[in-house]
């Protein structure tokens, strides 16, 4: 066992990993729950968030563009788009640099449909116990950051 503030063996690390990996799966689905229990007040399923939420950090984007940022299908994301376009969230403009894939851009119904999901959101991560430090939060985003990127070299986009 190496101490706590030293690199950790490949091998080690693995199985370290492994670990957040095995929770990250859960945690998911159980906020992606979270999300569609709400769904008959917002609306708003765990996929359309995820739509809205990258339209309101990036501004206007392509299917393509958002499928690939969340390494999902177009299929699944074009799914999403329309079902947040049939609430009136989302628009499809014109794209200066491509004619045949519009740019999908929020409406301000999404803007402040979006806004809503996130408040709620906050107060729920709120509720996150554990007396978590800065630093430890910033840990777990480093890590997870890196396994991003890590899985992201084996991507074909």
Known sequence: MSDIDEPLSPDELGHRLTEVFDLVGPLYRRA????????????????????????????????????????????????????????GWVESVPNPAHQRSSLIRLTEGGRTTITRVLGREHQLMRQVGGDLTAAEVAACVRVLGAMVRTFEQGDPD
Request: aromatic letters at 2%; a positive charge; zero cysteines.
């Open 32 to 87: 992606a729950r979270k999300v569609d229990q709400a769904e008959p007040v917002e609306g708003v399923s765990a996929g359309v968030r995820a739509v809205l939420n990258l339209l309101r950090v990036h501004g206007p984007l392509t299917v393509p563009q958002m499928a690939r940022d969340q390494a999902i299908s177009r299929q699944f994301v074009q799914r999403m788009v329309n079902e947040a376009a049939g609430h």
